[in-house]
């Protein structure tokens, strides 16, 4: 039997629960097939819980859906009532369509010319109104359905989705600026221009040498020059490593994102930057 759900197609929306407890609380998962993240926030948006679960080795949803149960078994504040929660899908399968030419009936279309998806695969959508972008991707609807049954209404959104949101909202400059957001072995790349999105792509990498040929080549193709382009970094890299250490060889204006400069209220310690999707959804 399909459970009807509710979907995360209008991105400025956000859906509660019937219950609301006390002391409000509300609930956000970022999802990968390498790992899982855990955010609890109360009503001043203040965060009261984090837990990240990274995993050795990529996984099917099959798989993660019994990490996601395991994990909220074992933790009594998951087990809360929630006035509202939401998942997060980073995955590379996605595709960023201009919402002007963008047709809801031919949803997989999009996909199929960069992904590889199954006939039966749900094609979700995010709408971000204010920039003109949709972005059509596939959610596991076995986590969805899991997520309905324990917590009854919430919302789902595009990992990418919520990073462009975020960046473009706080965009006032002119000038060209990069944005790369890291992931085990896989990192997003934005490229904006006088405040409009000129690149967004997700690159799969396995050494620091393919990180620095795609970064590279993503500023030929836009004839942007390394030595003068800031770039901004986020997520799983941090000062010193491999990849931080590889682009800092070819790249002069390296600068890390800070989460309190989106989201004062939220815990920040010495590595602010590397949770910086989970910690920006509004």
């Not at 770039?231 to 000062?239: N, Q, R």
Request: hydrophobic share 35%.
């Amino acid at each position: 039997m399909l459970i009807q759900l509710e979907t995360g197609q209008n991105f400025t929306t956000l859906s509660s629960t019937n219950n609301i407890s006390r002391i409000q609380l509300r609930l956000s998962v970022q999802i990968s097939l390498n790992g899982l993240s855990f955010l609890v926030t109360n009503h001043e948006n203040k965060e009261v819980f984090f837990e990240e679960h990274k995993l050795n080795h990529s996984t099917t949803p099959e798989e993660l859906l019994m990490e996601i149960e395991s994990i909220i078994s074992e933790k009594e504040i998951l087990n809360s009532t929630f006035t509202d929660v939401s998942l997060i899908y980073s995955t590379p399968v996605y595709s960023l369509i201009p919402t002007v030419l963008f047709d809801e009936t031919k949803t997989s279309e999009y996909l199929k010319f960069n992904s590889k998806i199954l006939a039966n695969d749900y094609v979700a959508h995010d709408e971000l109104d204010t920039w003109g972008i949709t972005v059509a991707y596939v959610p596991f609807m076995n986590i969805n359905n899991f997520f309905f049954e324990k917590y009854g209404s919430f919302n789902y959104y595009h990992s990418i989705s919520i990073l462009l949101k975020t960046i473009l909202k706080k965009e006032k400059y002119s000038l060209p600026r990069m944005y790369l957001h890291f992931q085990q072995n896989s990192f997003d790349c934005i490229i904006l221009k006088e405040g409009s999105l000129e690149l967004c792509n997700t690159y799969s990498f396995n050494t620091p040498e393919d990180f620095i040929y795609y970064t590279l080549f993503s500023m030929e193709q836009l004839k942007l020059n390394p030595e003068t382009l800031p770039v901004f970094l986020c997520g799983d890299i941090d000062e010193g490593d491999s990849n931080y250490n590889m682009a800092y060889t070819y790249i002069r204006n390296l600068e890390f994102l800070n989460i309190s400069d989106f989201t004062p209220k939220l815990n920040v310690d010495a590595e602010g930057h590397r949770h910086f999707i989970i910690k920006n959804i509004k």
